[in-house]
């Protein structure tokens, strides 16, 4: 199974501040990769598709970078609407795995 | 636009079989466009993926749940299921439905989520 490890695990910042998330992978997984927001009580939504690609009626704040093991997910401006926790998930190869979270509160 | 809408109990007892529906609304559950899935999230914990279907015959499902694991289709009623036997309290999860596209396994759309609670 790929393993998806991301970091921070928690992270505290404020509104207007720039947020990065790391996933990195076991092995190389190209650009099969999605990034999902869940908050909570909810079912995660995704943000981002292909390591990169920003899904409709997502704010172009948000943006996914990377490929092979190693892949970001940046917030240019934290907006109050944006406190929730993050998932990576790959889709590379059968299982289909997630990372563990960050997640992402108000300093 | 695609809608999933789960049922089923919210406790299930130790050993006997969790079960789990999914209605979907939208388009018809044999479209050729469509993955119909599992994914589960233990209390204050991360996501996991059960299984997938396509249509009514391709399936994958997690190794580490494949043994108990059993997800079919009803065409009938446009709805697919998880069936999971023999559970223990590490089954206690929220389990969420979801699809996603035949090309892609990024999961579009999510129903609202079920806790099943393990107990006797």
């Known amino acids: 199974d790929i393993q998806l490890t991301q970091s921070p695990s928690f992270l505290s910042a404020s509104v207007g501040d720039r947020v990065t998330i790391t996933c990195r992978a076991s092995?190389?997984?190209?650009?099969?990769l999605a990034w999902y927001q869940q908050k909570p009580g909810k079912a995660p939504n995704l943000l981002i598709s292909a390591a990169s690609t920003l899904e409709s009626g997502v704010p172009s704040r948000f943006s996914g970078s990377g490929s092979g093991t190693e892949f970001t997910l940046t917030i240019s401006s934290l907006q109050p609407e944006d406190f929730a926790t993050y998932y990576c998930?790959?889709?590379?190869?059968?299982?289909?795995?997630f990372g563990g979270g960050t997640k992402v509160e108000i300093k | 636009q695609l809608q999933l809408q789960q049922s089923g109990p919210g406790l299930v007892k130790p050993s006997e079989t969790l079960s789990l529906t999914c209605s979907v609304s939208g388009d018809s559950i044999v479209s050729r466009s469509y993955y119909w899935g599992w994914i589960r999230q233990p209390p204050g914990k991360g996501l996991e993926w059960i299984g997938s279907?396509?249509?009514?015959?391709?399936?994958y499902s997690n190794p580490s749940l494949k043994s108990r694991l059993t997800i079919s289709v009803d065409t009938s009623k446009n709805q697919f299921s998880l069936r999971l036997t023999s559970v223990t309290a590490a089954d206690t999860a929220v389990y969420y439905c979801a699809s996603h596209p035949d090309f892609a396994e990024y999961f579009h759309h999510w129903g609202q989520g079920t806790l099943v609670t393990i107990s006797s």
């Open positions: 279907i396509y249509n009514v015959g391709t399936r």
């Open positions: 998930q790959q889709l590379n190869s059968y299982p289909l795995t």
């Open positions: 092995q190389g997984i190209s650009s099969y």
